[in-house]
C-alpha cells in the first residue's frame, strides 16, 4: 500500500464542470497526483462503495465534495465520506450555496417530476411512468435514490471543514488549498471559504472607471448592448453583482466581456447573498417614483435567478413552500 495522503472526490447534484476544474490544473495536476493517492473519483478511477467502506475512519485525508444534495444516495455518500475522511471540503457553488440545481427549490417535488416525466414536448409516455425505490424482474432486484423534496447545501448535511468556492473553482483556488492540506501548516480555522474575504470589485481591473455614484435609469442585457471593454459594467447599466460577491476568481467573467453573475458567494460579513445583491442593485435605481422604480426593475426578468442563482438553499429563503408530502424519508432539517 502507498504512504501518500489519500485523497477522494465525489460529485453529487451539479453539472460536472468541478471535476472538469480539476483537470484545469494542467501541469499541477502532475505534481498532485505524485503527492497523493485518490482512492476515490467515480468519474475517472474505478472505485467502488465497498472499498471506501472497508477503510478505516478518518483514514483519508481530504474528500473533496462538488454538487448539492439532491437525492438518498448522494446523502449517505457525504456521511460515509465524512466518516472517512479527517478533512471534508465542499468543493464549487452547487456544494458550498446550492448552486443552479438549487433553483429547483421554488418548484416541489411533484412538480419536477411531472414536468420531466409528463409535460416537456419530447416526452413520450402516455402511462405516466415514474422512476420506482424499487423494481424487481425475474427474481433480481435493483433499487435507485429516492428523491427529495429540497436541495440541500452540503454542510445541512453534514459538518464540512472548508469551502472552495466558485462555478466552478478556478486553478489558483484549487492548487492553493490543496497546496495547504498537503502541507499541514497554517490551516485556517474550520469553516473557512478558502478565498479572499473581500468584494470582487476590490480585484477588478475596472474599479478606478466606477463613478462615484452610479445611477440607474435602465438596466440592460448584454446582449442588448454593445458593452464597453474597459468601463465598469454597472456604470453600463449591466446587473454585475461583483460589490455583493467575495473574490478570488481573478475577475474572469468581467475579463470576457461579460458582469459577475455572483458564484463564488458572499463575503464572511453577509449572511444571505442574495438578499445583499439585490439591496446592491435596487440601491442604483436612479428615482424616487414608485411606478418608475418598477419599470426601471422590470429591466431584470428573473430577480430569483438573478440574486439566486447559486444560493437559494443556503438563504433565508430556501424554498418555497411545499404543496404536496414526501415521498421518501424526510431528510435532516426538513
Known amino acids: 500500500m502507498s504512504d501518500k495522503p489519500k485523497v477522494a472526490f465525489y460529485w453529487c447534484a451539479s453539472c460536472g464542470g468541478c471535476e472538469e476544474a480539476i483537470v484545469d490544473l494542467a501541469e499541477q495536476l502532475l505534481d498532485v497526483a505524485a503527492a497523493v493517492e485518490i482512492v476515490f473519483w467515480p468519474v475517472a478511477v474505478d472505485g467502488k462503495r465497498s472499498d ?3 477503510m478505516e475512519d478518518g483514514e483519508i485525508l481530504a474528500t473533496f465534495i462538488n454538487g448539492a444534495i439532491r437525492t438518498t444516495e448522494q446523502e449517505e455518500m457525504v456521511h460515509l465520506l465524512r466518516q472517512k475522511s479527517q478533512v471534508l471540503l465542499a468543493f ?3 456544494a458550498h450555496l446550492g448552486g443552479i440545481p438549487g433553483l429547483a427549490n421554488q418548484f416541489d417535488r411533484e412538480t419536477i417530476l411531472e414536468t420531466v416525466f409528463d409535460s416537456t414536448p419530447s416526452t413520450v409516455n402516455p402511462e405516466k411512468v415514474r422512476p420506482q425505490l424499487e423494481f424487481t424482474e425475474n427474481g433480481h432486484s435493483v433499487d435507485l435514490p429516492g428523491f427529495y423534496e429540497t436541495v440541500r447545501t452540503l454542510d445541512q448535511v453534514t459538518e464540512v471543514d472548508y469551502i472552495v468556492p466558485g462555478c466552478a473553482p478556478t486553478p489558483n483556488i484549487i492548487g492553493g488549498a490543496v497546496g495547504a492540506l498537503l502541507s499541514g501548516d497554517d490551516l485556517p480555522p474550520a469553516g473557512t471559504v478558502l478565498a479572499p474575504d473581500t468584494a470582487l470589485c476590490d480585484e477588478c481591473g475596472r474599479k478606478e472607471t466606477k463613478p462615484e455614484v452610479v445611477a440607474i435609469s435602465e438596466w440592460k442585457r448584454p446582449h442588448e ?10 456604470a453600463q447599466g449591466l446587473v454585475c453583482l461583483g460589490p455583493a460577491t ?3 476568481c481573478g475577475s474572469l467573467c468581467i475579463g470576457a466581456n461579460m458582469p459577475c453573475s455572483g458564484c463564488f458567494g458572499p463575503t464572511s460579513r453577509v449572511r444571505d447573498y442574495g438578499g445583499k445583491a439585490l439591496g446592491a442593485i435596487a440601491s442604483l435605481v436612479d428615482s424616487d417614483d414608485e411606478a418608475e422604480i418598477d419599470k426601471i426593475l422590470a429591466g431584470i426578468p428573473d430577480p430569483v435567478g438573478t440574486f439566486y442563482r447559486y444560493s437559494l438553499p443556503a438563504s433565508r429563503l430556501r424554498r418555497a413552500p411545499m404543496e404536496r408530502p414526501l415521498e421518501v424519508a424526510a431528510p435532516k432539517g426538513e
Open 52 to 54: 471506501i467502506e472497508a
Open 92 to 94: 464549487g457553488s452547487c
Open 225 to 234: 448592448v454593445l458593452i464597453d471593454e474597459d468601463l465598469c459594467l454597472l
Open 246 to 248: 467575495r473574490a478570488g
